[in-house]
């Protein structure tokens, strides 16, 4: 099912998403984009202009044995079944994200790939962020001690954008969207069961799904973690703002703009010199002391072994375990579904995570 | 009992509070300080040396006709007893923040104020903050549209200050230090009642009180608040973020640094243009289109309509109300001790709030 030694893919939903996976594949060369489908005949147009085959029905896709790989890029509410006959036709499937809208989904996804022995991936691909990586690399090598706070935030003032995206039917919201990328690059670095977890979620633009959420996340291990998406933000809180035992950092935008902020132990302890803040004088908010403290600059993130692609490939070829494993991605599954309950509620919650 | 026109003060705990109040007491011009009471001997030189009489005992000051006020700046457990002997010599009294430990000892308090017919006003100084002043200009003025979130943040990277306030016996800790100030502000702005609330409290430095917390409160009227405090933040986010349903205003710092950024109705729609960020590309988070926000300035403060202590003054001649009402205080007592309870429980709060 290989041609010239390459993958085959259909894309399966070409709009936006999809035709950036048409230019990554491309980049990739491991892999080679045969064609693609989507119910709109539109998009199979701009499949034909831009040099790939457009499949006329789904089932045609399935029955093409010359398909190795069925890459899922449609609205959330359908990857399920797109996924489910995809592996019982003995396709491999690379699936958009959220990649289900429930675990009760999900957990028929992979019980399909089990089946089916075939290779079912999700395309978490912001655990190849720079931004995060770099994080990361704070949290296991220590830079501002022992980290114990996380506050992963992002901010825009574009609403909600596209069209199924406004729509509950269709899986829309940010938790879905946005949430999704946060709590799995979350889960990814921090080894460590959640322990107990509340909410809110924004309705301010009249939507029926969520415009954006904040979620409070306590691990077991300590640390705590403050989960943001908004899309009503007109002036934006950093990207990453952490604390650690030794220092701050934060990391303002994708820019990769940040810094880090550590205790100078070489220094002899100088008290603070109060301020006047508002109406009274304040020494505990006092800049510290000029010696106290050493500016620094952010660490070089730390480096995945590959990328989305190539270790979709060296997984095909039986030579890698997944970077994104299912497992990691029912967990976060379960953990949205929790955010919705808490909101919902108001109540705190405990007792739920799928932390093996 | 007045001297030469002005009401006389003892100032009761000499320490770095008590000398700031004698000082704001000169500026004010209606009041004057004719002595000082501190258990530390070496304060009652230093009130000498400042020019007021350092009285032996505090029965002196009780039994000394002349004495119409009692301030008092000592440590937070004792603010009680002094205040109740005070208020049963015919004394009023000034009392610093936190008034009390608890909501019981503060109805003590209020009770003896009752009986003896005398005021018992507390110094929530930090009502007339002007980067406070500014969001209770926009919360009222509209000037962002319909604010419908309040994050107030005081972060300093010095620890817990000074020597009592590390210990619980003397309510030390963070909540009740600066917590008490943050909370008084967003209930003296927002006349509705909090129908929620969860909170973290912070023990990284190994001090038996909180050296920091968060709080977030949800109000009846759809607001909610994130009220926080840390002193180990070696990079501090904004004083003031507030979000309305038109626009967004940030508060950097007490130098009033900050800005509002709205909506601009004027301006054709156009679509942001997505943007590259991390490992993916963003249109929801890309910055809005040049056309379609404006940046301004902050509006001027709310001003009140006198200074605290023209205010007293004007409370003892019967010709105003309190600013800094009593049953307020009482509010935020309550909220501190459902905030503290929240954060050992780690239970969502709900059904607690004093609001009348």
Redesign the interface.
Known sequence: MQKDGKHTVVIVGYG?MGS?HAKLIKDNGKFEVIGTYDTDTARGAVSEQDGYRAYGSYDEVLSDGAVEIVLIATPNDVHKDIAVRALAAGKHVICEKPVTMSVDEFKEMMAAAQQAQRVLMVHQ????????LIIKQMYEQGTIGDI?RIESR?????G???DWRHLEAHGGG?LL??GVHLLDQLIFMIDSKIT?L?S?LSF?LGDEVDDGFEA?L?FENGI?ALVEV??????T??RW?V?G?E????IED?SMTG?I???NHGAERVE?TP??????????????SET??ITGALPEPYRQPSS?YDNFAAVLAGTAEPIVKNEEVLRVMNLIEVIFEAGRT???M?DFDLYA
């Open positions: 936006g950036y691909n912001r655990r190849w962020d720079d931004d995060f114990f992002v901010h825009g003032a574009n909600i954008p596209g940010m969207d946005w107990s509340s809110r301010i409070v306590q705590s908004g899309t009503t933000n007109f002036i809180l950093p703002y604390k035992t220092g701050t950092g934060v994708w810094r902020v550590t205790r603070p301020i006047q803040a508002g109406a009274g004088l304040t020494k505990t908010m006092a800049p510290p106290a403290t989305f108001g109540e705190t405990k």
